[in-house]
């Protein structure tokens, strides 16, 4: 079964791999009908046995090859299909309203810290392990960073934004 793979804050900061090597590490690492879409670390493929199992070891394979971490979070397309039906704020601008896919579900007394804090006009949501955003001026200059968001929900994640969640809902169908 197709699963979508989602690479936490790749291709900023330094942190450069590009579409062609995540691909070969897949392949590599036993996963087929690999493809990928965009340069921001978005994988689909069928992993090779447990999808948890394969998420640890691309953490690994990426770490070894490129010296830096990033976190592996998974999906199949019914959970992403899933989310943006869920999604619980009007989307104005499909850009400024995004998924954040957490590695796990947070706790229920962080998860009411976290929707009763001021964001400065962001709206934030978590249903299960997605915490929902909609952004007031975008991403840029907002307190929701994900330093933040690990601290106080207890999972680190990565945000993709409706239109990027909706293309790999169709690519994964196709």
């Known amino acids: 079964m197709t699963r979508i793979h989602l690479l936490r804050a790749v291709n900023v900061g330094g942190a450069k791999l590009t ?16 493809s990928t879409y965009i340069a921001s670390g978005n994988l689909l493929c069928t992993p090779p046995g447990d ?3 394969f998420d640890r070891a691309l953490e690994q394979a990426v770490q070894e090859r490129f010296g830096f971490f990033r976190e592996v979070i998974s ?12 999604h619980p ?13 957490l590695l796990a579900e947070p706790a229920p007394d962080a ?10 006009g962001d709206e934030v949501r978590v249903i299960g392990r997605d915490l929902h955003i909609r952004y007031s001026d975008g991403v840029a ?20 934004n409706l239109l ?11």
């Not at 579409?19 to 690999?34: F, K, N, P, Q």
């Open 89 to 101: 704020f009007e989307v104005v601008e499909a850009k400024f309203s995004h998924v954040y896919f």
């Open 51 to 53: 999808p948890a199992t």
């Open 75 to 86: 999906r199949d397309v019914d959970e992403l299909r899933a989310a943006l039906q869920a």
């Open 141 to 160: 200059g907002t307190r929701l960073t994900p330093a933040r968001i690990a601290k106080l929900l207890g999972h680190h994640g990565t945000g993709r």
């Open 111 to 120: 998860v009411q810290a976290f929707e009763s804090t001021d964001w400065g």
């Open 164 to 174: 990027t969640v909706a293309k790999l809902v169709e690519l994964a169908d196709a």
């Open 19 to 34: 579409m062609a090597e995540l691909r070969d590490l897949a392949s590599g690492l036993g996963a087929a009908d690999v």
